[in-house]
């Protein structure tokens, strides 16, 4: 089915309070705030859905939330494809978050979520964002042709990339700083303008098995 807005200002679809909803084929567009959110321990599916021109991000996740998404689109938002934050957590898996006027994905306030395979790219800040001691695992997932960087972590945040491809970026692969840490695992980084990978004020990555290559 298709959702046009809101109503009422609110999400298109909000999961709260241990309600665990599944989502089919759906496409959730131009809603007045974020197109799903799930939040206050809520759980549920979304599969083959698409999520565009939301004018908060595409999904919101948020207070013990914990979906499962896969094989979904988060595209043409006038903030983040994905803001995750207030130890939100989530499962993402081959789903794309594209052509949104913030960060492809944000994180946030110790959230926690795990993307596999997933697309992030072509949005008009960074690829990925994490702050606020924000962890998050990427495993094989693509950032790439974004404005500014593939990722960018800071303010103690720890994520961990493994088996990442990150090009394309116009400002640079990784950049590490403000007391970040995080792990780079098997990760191959290429094309980028400046540097593949950027560490500075104190931050502490780890880096291992990583190509750094025409960049």
């Given amino acids: 089915g298709d959702w046009d807005g809101c109503g009422r200002g609110l999400a298109g679809i909000?999961?709260?309070?241990?309600?665990?909803?599944?989502?089919?084929r759906c496409k959730v567009r131009a809603g007045k705030?974020?197109?799903?959110?799930?939040?206050?321990?809520?759980?549920?599916?979304?599969?083959?859905?698409?999520?565009?021109?939301?004018?908060?991000?595409?999904?919101?996740?948020?207070?013990?939330?914990?979906?499962?998404?896969?094989?979904?689109?988060?595209?043409?938002?006038?903030?983040?494809?994905a803001y995750i934050h207030d130890h939100g957590k989530g499962h993402f898996e081959d789903c794309e978050f594209s052509g949104n006027a913030t960060c492809g994905v944000s994180l946030k306030g110790f959230s926690d979520p795990v993307f596999r395979r997933c697309a992030i790219k072509d949005n008009s800040q960074s690829g990925v964002a994490c702050h606020e001691g924000a962890l998050g695992t990427f495993e094989k997932c693509e950032m790439s042709g974004n404005e500014r960087l593939g990722m960018t972590s800071y303010d103690g945040s720890n994520p961990s990339l493994k088996g990442c491809k990150v090009f394309g970026n116009k400002q640079g692969g990784l950049w590490a700083y403000d007391k970040a840490r995080g792990t780079y695992e098997d990760c191959d980084l290429y094309g980028n303008d400046k540097s593949a990978i950027?560490?500075?004020?104190?931050?502490?990555?780890?880096?291992?098995?990583?190509?750094?290559?025409?960049?």
Avoid at 198 to 206: C, D, E, Q, V
């Fill in 33 to 81: 705030q974020c197109g799903i959110m799930f939040g206050d321990d809520g759980k549920g599916t979304v599969e083959d859905c698409e999520f565009s021109g939301n004018a908060l991000a595409g999904i919101e996740v948020k207070k013990g939330g914990e979906p499962t998404v896969k094989r979904s689109r988060f595209t043409g938002g006038a903030a983040s494809g």
């Fill in 14 to 24: 909000e999961a709260r309070e241990a309600a665990n909803p599944t989502l089919r």
């Fill in 198 to 215: 950027n560490i500075s004020k104190g931050a502490h990555p780890l880096v291992r098995r990583c190509t750094l290559r025409d960049g």
